[in-house]
């Protein structure tokens, strides 16, 4: 890794991103998922989790493709997508992973759903038609501004004018207007209205006045206002996408980290790769070490295996079970590999349960309906009316020929676009979606940023989300330095928690080689011995002896070497110094912070005093999590529920809002509306707040539309409204709405006190 | 009127031109990628090709 110039780029990630954090070896194979290109070459496509920042593409583009054989490495910062072209063996996929994987992101399959999230033929269509639009608009208006500038231009001229407008605005229209067309179609086969069909309606009206005003020989075309109208729209439209588009590849990111192999044993001895679907009940798996077991099973075998559970339980210490125990779907193995007799298909089994309840949690949480979709409900059939009541009364009552009544009916419809409601809220949510994402926020739902800012109640999991979830070294123990040293380098051979605890407190010792590791007891290298007390055979009288004060036995690390007396290693799982300031943040914006916890009741107590929390509960199961929050909502809350476990997933989808931190179990990932990037909650209150000021800004815009119209509609409706009073009434509401959208990013002043 | 029969057919041909590279631009992807296009400009050193 050294000589590629890295080394800034580690201080830039560093900074950008948190901390790197070396990963495991990967999760799945590689090799069969390369597609030969011929020629000896082979092709892989990635999905790089914690690719976050543009030294991260850089770094890994640079260290891939300085890889012998490497002939493309190109990777997409928007999609996290890395696609990789080298000529050799397909065997050399699981090498290129795993260098990704000690670079530190989380490389996994493209999945079928990362590919529909970026693969948006939708997009690239409205982003062509935007493009053509532009295009006719900017031409027709040039024409147009000819004709109204010019008073004293001939009829001659006039008219060939008008002829040539009509030439840029009929193809546009036809071509550009085709997605608004396409969803008014399929709104009205599906039997409702839609916007689409009031815009389409409204474009091919002025369109078709347009063409017959020409034809006339009259003083004004409209064809500008069609045209501008529906770029104005489109940018609308686009903005909107962009903004589903990322939220959708959050999530099919998340989908795709969930995803892998499992190696199968076959009955002739061979161990190969499968999917884990293709496993059935009765087939034996093998699990390495550091890997996810992701079908339940029984241990098989004469050693007890070493499993983190904190994933499916909660549990922060590892457990260790003995041969013939069961062993469920989430686990990971700390020790050595061990054979699982599998009890389940992947289908049947406890993460699948899982899941299925989370997809009743989610059908279950009513929708909320998007504020631009309330206002354009009540607001389409209004502007119609108005139009229709216009042409009407100017035809019937005014006594002109019908051509002259629609001339003021469709100004009222022009004039009145729905502008205001297709960028308003779009621009607000795109720019706020932009600023969260570069704090760290990451919206996984569409609907994420509105539901946030309705939050009036915060639940909050113990384990992972207020605390860092992981044990601590605690400082001023009776450990001498060159002890800790020796203690260090020992434990550099283990996965325990509390062996890496100790590495990260003493980094730099070199780590030993030739230690030996007895599963659940301890590590022992030449007669140092590092482990529990049961493993040195120390008693307890020794053991409280030796550690002042009553620790507790499960947090603590002995260390023993011949002629010297034990030394003692405590440890504890820490809450992060900011977590009061969090909570009264959350307090200062109206959220009522709560603690629901699977922990015992004194460490829950503790962490609720220490964190400024008056109301918890502790030992709630996932059922009365799940019951809690649907409690909450019963009583007409909108709790916003933070978890990272699988035991949080039910609550997390019943909750109004649900926000995960990153480093939280994949099912709570997907589960949550929000994924907090680096895995702290300090950027929670920002986000709420600039949430919020998003909210109102949209309302603000949306409210201007209105003042607008009820200025604009009574001048068109009685026919004073021209072309150019049209075009300046769309271009400055617009342009004012946009800027007012811009705000949104700008609320750092308020939301950072 | 004669200065409009030449201006009108530039002014169509250079937008026109503009519209054609827009979707050039479209078809080789170049909107795929905004976020990371941002810093690609950055890196200063192209990787040594083989």
Redesign the interface.
């Known amino acids: 890794m050294r000589g590629l110039g890295l080394d800034a780029v580690y201080a830039r990630m560093t900074a950008a991103a948190g901390t790197l954090r070396p990963q495991g070896p990967p999760a799945f194979a590689a090799a069969p998922l390369a597609r030969d290109l011929g020629n000896g070459a082979h092709e892989l496509e990635l999905m790089v989790s914690g690719l976050t920042?543009?030294?991260c593409?850089?770094l890994l583009?640079?260290a891939l493709?300085?890889e012998p054989d490497v002939?493309r490495a190109r990777?997409?910062?928007?999609?996290r997508r890395l696609t990789l072209r080298w000529r050799g063996p397909a065997g050399r996929a699981d090498e290129f992973v795993r260098l990704i994987a000690r670079l530190g992101f989380r490389p996994a399959p493209w999945s079928p759903a990362c590919l529909r999230a970026?693969e948006d033929a939708e997009q690239?269509e409205l982003?062509?038609a935007l493009?053509?639009a532009g295009?006719g608009a900017?031409?027709v208006m040039?024409v147009s501004v000819a004709v109204w500038a010019g008073s004293d231009m001939g009829e001659a001229?006039r008219a060939?004018m008008h002829w040539?407008a009509m030439l840029f605005a009929l193809p546009t229209v036809l071509v550009a207007g085709m997605p608004f067309y396409k969803g008014a179609w399929r709104g009205l086969r599906a039997g409702r209205p839609t916007m689409d069909l009031a815009v389409s309606l409204g474009v091919l009206l002025t369109t078709a006045m347009s063409v017959s005003e020409t034809l006339r020989n009259a003083d004004y075309t409209w064809f500008d206002g069609a045209t501008a109208l529906l770029a104005l729209l489109l940018v609308g439209r686009v903005l909107d996408r962009a903004a589903r588009r990322r939220a959708r590849q959050a999530a099919a990111g998340l989908l795709a980290l969930q995803e892998g192999t499992v190696t199968r044993l076959e009955a002739d001895g061979a161990a190969r790769p499968v999917p884990p679907e293709a496993v059935a009940a009765g087939e034996r798996i093998l699990v390495a070490a550091g890997e996810t077991v992701r079908l339940d099973g029984v241990l098989e075998g004469e050693e007890e295996a070493v499993l983190d559970l904190a994933a499916t339980t909660g549990e922060s210490l590892p457990r260790h079970c003995p041969p013939g125990e069961a062993v469920p779907a989430g686990g990971v193995n700390l020790g050595q590999p061990f054979t699982l007799r599998v009890t389940a298909a992947a289908k049947d089994g406890s993460l699948a349960a899982t899941a299925r309840l989370l997809e009743r949690a989610e059908g279950a949480r009513g929708r909320t309906v998007a504020l631009a979709d309330r206002a354009a409900g009540l607001y389409v059939p209004v502007v119609h009316a108005v139009s229709l009541a216009t042409f009407l009364g100017w035809w019937l009552l005014g006594g002109v020929t019908w051509q002259a009544a629609l001339v003021p009916a469709v100004a009222a419809l022009i004039i009145t676009c729905p502008c205001g409601l297709a960028i308003a809220v779009p621009a607000v949510q795109v720019v706020a979606a932009g600023a969260l994402f570069r704090r760290g926020v990451l919206l996984a739902s569409p609907d994420a940023l509105e539901r946030l800012a309705q939050a009036d109640h915060a639940v909050l999991d113990k384990t992972g989300t207020l605390t860092e979830g992981r044990p601590e070294l605690l400082p001023g123990g009776a450990a001498a330095a060159d002890d800790l040293a020796l203690a260090a380098s020992l434990a550099a051979a283990s996965r325990h928690p509390l062996a890496r605890a100790l590495r990260r407190a003493c980094p730099d010792a070199p780590a030993a080689t030739g230690v030996r590791e007895h599963p659940g007891l301890g590590l022992e290298r030449d007669g140092v011995r590092l482990g529990s007390a049961r493993f040195l055979g120390l008693g307890p009288d020794a053991a409280d002896g030796a550690a002042s004060g009553a620790a507790d036995p499960a947090l603590t690390l002995w260390l023993a070497r011949p002629g010297h007396a034990p030394v003692a290693f405590r440890f504890a799982d820490r809450l992060p110094a900011d977590t009061a300031a969090v909570v009264a943040r959350l307090g200062a914006l109206g959220l009522e912070s709560e603690l629901l916890s699977g922990d015992g009741a004194p460490a829950v107590r503790a962490v609720a005093e220490a964190s400024g929390i008056r109301d918890w509960r502790a030992a709630a199961g996932p059922e009365d999590k799940a019951a809690r929050i649907a409690a909450l909502v019963a009583l007409g809350r909108r709790p916003l529920m933070v978890g990272d476990g699988v035991n949080d997933a039910a609550a997390l989808a019943l909750a109004h809002v649900s926000v995960a931190p990153d480093g939280a179990t994949d099912l709570a990932q997907t589960a949550a509306d929000i994924v907090l990037r680096g895995g702290r909650l300090a950027a929670l209150p920002g986000a709420i707040a600039l949430a919020r000021r998003a909210r109102r800004l949209a309302r603000q815009n949306l409210g201007f539309s209105l003042v607008y119209n009820l200025v604009a509609v009574p001048v068109a409706v009685a026919g004073l409204a021209t072309p150019p009073i049209a075009a300046a009434v769309m271009a400055s509401s617009s342009l004012i709405v946009i800027l007012n959208a811009l705000r949104a990013g700008h609320a750092d002043a308020e939301a950072m006190p | 009127m004669n200065a409009l029969m030449l201006l009108i057919p530039l002014a169509l041909f250079l937008g026109g031109l503009a519209l054609a590279f827009f979707l050039y631009t479209l078809r080789s992807r170049q909107y795929d990628d905004l976020d990371g296009a941002a810093s690609r400009i950055l890196f200063d050193d192209e990787r040594p090709r083989r």
Do not use: D, K, Y
């Open positions: 920042c543009g030294a593409v850089w583009e640079q493709g300085n002939t990777a997409n910062l928007s999609s970026e690239r982003v062509r493009g053509i295009f900017m031409n040039l001229t060939l040539l």
